[in-house]
C-alpha cells in the first residue's frame, strides 16, 4: 500500500478532505488523518522520507529542491484546489513527479456565482436594491432585462465553456473573445466569436475569465468599458491583474450607468482609500466565488476519484503537464 500524506493548512484540510473523503483515502493508502503544515514539513525534513503520494490544497509547500531531496519516494501530489503555479518548479517537474488539480472542483463555484450575477445585474437588481433602500419607494430604473441579451464572454477555458454551458437554457445572444478560438469552433458552442473591442460594445454583461499570465496583464483597458452600451455590466472573476484598474475606475466615476462586479481586485485586497471602495456602481466581494465552506468537499472528492484512477494505472482526468501549466491561471 502506498504511503501518503496530507500537507495543507488545517482549515483547508477539514474543509477539502471531510471524514468521509479521510476514510475513503485511507482505504485505499497508507495515509494518517493528520494535516501536517508547510512549516511542520521544512523543520521536520524527515517527515517526507517514505511518502509516495501528497493530498494537499490551499497552503502546499514549494517543491524547492530542498524539499524535493527530503522526498525521495514522492510520485505523485493531489492538489484539491486550483491553481498549481506557486508550488512546482522546474526541479518537480524534472523529477516526473505526477500532479493533477480540482482546478474544475474549483470552477464550478465560479460558474454559479457568474450566473447569479449575469441574471440579476440584467434587471440592475444591486442599483435597484441600493435606490429603493436610499429612497423609500420605487422608481423604475431602465435595464437590459435577461430575454435576448446579448452576453459576452471573454476566454473560453475551462470556466468560459462552462458559464456557456450554464446560460444556455435562457435565451440569451452569447460573443465571445478567445484569440485560441476558431470562429467554427465557437460555432460548435453556439457562440459567436468576435473582437475583444465588439464584445464590449456589443454586450449587456461581459463577464472575464481570463487567466493571469504575462500577455494578458492589463489586457482590459478603461476605453473598453467607456465602449459599453448604456446601463450594461461588467463581471470579473478571473484575476484582477488582466484589468488596468485605474483607468476602470476612472470609467466607472464617469459612466454611473455602467456597473461592475468585482470579486477579484489588483492587489488583493484594494487599498483601504480605493475608490472601489466608494463607487456606487461596484459590487465588490472577497474573492468568493470561488469554493467556501462546504463546496469545498466537492475538490476533496474529484481527488479521491483521481487516486482511484492513479491506482487503478488509468490517465488521471485532471492531471496538469508542465506545457499546459504554462498557460493556466
Not at 23 to 28: D, K, N, P, Q, V
Not at 100 to 122: E, K, R
Amino acid at each position: 500500500m502506498l504511503k501518503g500524506m496530507y500537507v495543507l493548512n488545517q482549515d483547508a484540510y477539514e474543509w477539502i478532505y471531510p471524514r468521509a473523503i479521510r476514510e475513503a483515502i485511507g482505504r485505499l493508502v497508507d495515509c494518517q488523518p493528520v494535516c501536517y503544515s508547510q512549516e511542520a514539513i521544512l523543520q521536520n525534513p524527515d517527515l517526507l522520507n517514505d511518502v509516495e503520494v501528497i493530498f494537499s490544497g490551499w497552503g502546499c509547500p514549494v517543491f524547492t529542491r530542498e524539499v524535493l531531496e527530503t522526498a525521495p519516494r514522492l510520485k505523485a501530489v493531489f492538489y484539491g484546489a486550483g491553481s498549481i503555479k506557486y508550488f512546482v518548479t522546474d526541479e518537480f517537474w524534472e523529477r516526473g513527479i505526477q500532479v493533477t488539480s480540482g482546478y474544475i472542483a474549483n470552477d464550478i463555484p465560479v460558474v454559479m456565482y457568474t450566473l447569479a450575477q449575469i441574471l440579476f445585474c440584467l434587471k440592475r437588481g444591486w442599483q435597484y436594491a441600493s435606490q429603493y433602500r436610499q429612497e423609500r419607494h420605487p422608481l423604475r430604473l431602465p435595464a437590459p432585462g435577461a430575454y435576448g441579451a446579448t452576453i459576452g464572454i471573454i476566454s473560453l477555458g475551462a470556466i468560459g465553456r462552462m458559464v456557456v454551458d450554464a446560460l444556455r437554457p435562457f435565451e440569451f445572444k452569447i460573443i465571445a473573445y478567445d484569440p485560441y478560438v476558431k470562429p467554427e469552433d465557437g460555432k460548435a458552442l453556439g457562440v459567436e466569436m468576435v473582437s475583444l473591442d465588439e464584445v464590449f460594445r456589443r454586450s449587456d454583461v461581459v463577464s472575464l475569465h481570463t487567466p493571469w499570465l504575462k500577455e494578458t496583464e492589463g489586457l482590459i483597458t478603461g476605453q473598453h468599458l467607456a465602449n459599453m452600451k448604456p446601463n450594461s455590466t461588467f463581471i470579473n472573476t478571473a484575476r484582477g491583474a488582466v484589468v488596468r484598474e485605474t483607468e476602470m475606475i476612472e470609467t466607472l466615476a464617469r459612466r454611473p450607468d455602467l456597473f461592475a462586479v468585482l470579486d477579484v481586485t489588483y492587489p488583493e485586497p484594494p487599498d483601504p482609500d480605493s475608490p472601489l471602495f466608494s463607487l456606487a456602481n461596484v459590487l465588490l466581494t472577497p474573492h468568493i466565488a470561488g469554493p467556501i465552506g462546504a463546496e469545498c468537499g466537492r475538490n476533496g472528492q474529484f481527488m479521491l476519484e483521481e487516486l482511484e484512477r492513479y491506482l487503478a494505472g488509468q490517465p488521471m482526468k485532471y492531471a496538469i503537464t508542465r506545457e499546459r501549466a504554462a498557460i493556466m491561471a
